[in-house]
């Protein structure tokens, strides 16, 4: 084999890996990986979680699989009425939960200004925090070439700038105060890999997500090793994309 049948051959296994086969599995490899292999579900036991965007759809349901395994659980979003009724069906799905284990904190993501009062709260209320969720996000369809740039700048500023600033709070948090030890977890798309037509600003939004996700677990396993090697500390900041 010559070294243009290398590359060529190389290339298209990639297309297929990384565009055909989340077509199939219906979310990215690494997630399909960790759902076939990986930990499952009760190693969270007893973890304080945060789900920002828990008052429908999939912050919803994910609140009700974590109350099934007594997660201890902030729910996050702006609509009240509805995060009160996601606390109560918590508390009916699992019994073993008191009213302290789950409680409501409303709260718009994109007011970057509220994001270290609403940390505080969390911490406040378990003492702790060990995984963050980050699900509130917004879809839109338009065709690309009438969509008014307002519409742009607010489907970045809730889908990826409220993410990384309030994911960066919280990893300081993790780092200075909770031995270094905690998960950031994004609710992405496959928008974020393939694009999805009439959705130009959504698809940017989640594909900037991904990139500034990606760089900052770039960083953060960097900054692991660098800590192990200097310090002989175990840091343990897991953040996945899914
Ligand atoms: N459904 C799908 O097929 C699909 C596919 C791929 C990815 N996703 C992603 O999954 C996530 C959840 O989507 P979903 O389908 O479950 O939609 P959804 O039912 O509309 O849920 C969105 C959640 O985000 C919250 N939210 C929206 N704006 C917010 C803000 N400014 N501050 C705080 N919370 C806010 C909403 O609550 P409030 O309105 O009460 O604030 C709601 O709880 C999104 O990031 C979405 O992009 C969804």
Same mark, same amino acid.
């Given at each position: 084999?010559?070294?243009?049948?290398?590359?060529?051959?190389?290339?298209?296994?990639?297309?297929?890996?990384?565009?055909?086969? &989340?077509?199939?599995?219906?979310?990215?490899?690494?997630?399909?990986?960790? #759902?076939?292999?990986?930990? &499952?579900?009760?190693?969270? %036991?007893?973890?304080?979680?945060?789900?920002?965007?828990?008052?429908?759809?999939?912050?919803?349901?994910?609140?009700? #699989?974590?109350?099934?395994?007594?997660?201890?659980?902030?729910?996050?979003?702006?609509?009240?009425?509805?995060? %009160? %009724?996601?606390?109560?069906?918590?508390?009916?799905?699992?019994?073993?939960?008191? #009213?302290?284990?789950?409680?409501?904190?409303?709260?718009?993501?994109?007011?970057?200004?509220?994001?270290?009062?609403?940390?505080?709260?969390?911490?406040? @209320?378990?003492?702790?925090?060990?995984?963050?969720?980050?699900?509130?996000?917004?879809? @839109?369809?338009?065709?690309?070439?009438?969509?008014?740039?307002?519409?742009?700048?607010?489907?970045?500023?809730?889908?990826?700038?409220?993410?990384?600033?309030?994911?960066?709070?919280?990893? %300081?948090?993790?780092?200075?105060?909770?031995?270094?030890?905690?998960?950031?977890?994004?609710?992405?798309?496959?928008?974020?890999?393939?694009?999805? &037509?009439?959705?130009?600003?959504?698809?940017?939004?989640?594909?900037?997500?991904?990139?500034?996700?990606?760089?900052?677990?770039?960083?953060?396993?960097?900054?692991?090793?660098?800590?192990?090697?200097?310090?002989?500390?175990?840091?343990?900041?897991?953040?996945?994309?899914?």
């Amino acid at each position: 084999m010559n070294w243009w049948e290398i590359v060529g051959i190389t290339t298209i296994f990639y297309y297929i890996t990384y565009f055909v086969i &989340p077509w199939f599995i219906d979310c990215d490899i690494n997630l399909y990986m960790k #759902e076939k292999f990986g930990r &499952p579900l009760n190693s969270l %036991q007893g973890k304080v979680v945060w789900i920002i965007g828990a008052s429908s759809g999939i912050g919803e349901h994910l609140a009700y #699989e974590l109350a099934k395994i007594n997660c201890k659980l902030i729910l996050s979003a702006r609509r009240d009425k509805e995060l %009160q %009724q996601v606390r109560n069906n918590c508390l009916k799905i699992n019994l073993q939960l008191n #009213e302290n284990d789950v409680k409501v904190l409303v709260m718009d993501i994109c007011d970057n200004a509220s994001h270290k009062k609403a940390l505080n709260y969390v911490i406040s @209320q378990f003492d702790k925090l060990d995984i963050l969720v980050n699900n509130a996000g917004r879809s @839109q369809r338009a065709n690309w070439e009438k969509i008014d740039l307002n519409v742009d700048k607010e489907m970045f500023q809730l889908n990826v700038f409220s993410i990384i600033a309030l994911s960066r709070l919280v990893y %300081q948090y993790f780092t200075d105060k909770n031995s270094g030890k905690g998960h950031i977890v994004v609710t992405s798309s496959l928008a974020g890999i393939l694009g999805i &037509p009439y959705s130009g600003s959504y698809t940017g939004s989640k594909h900037a997500l991904h990139v500034c996700i990606l760089y900052m677990h770039i960083v953060c396993y960097l900054f692991y090793f660098k800590l192990v090697i200097l310090y002989l500390t175990k840091k343990k900041i897991f953040i996945g994309i899914f």
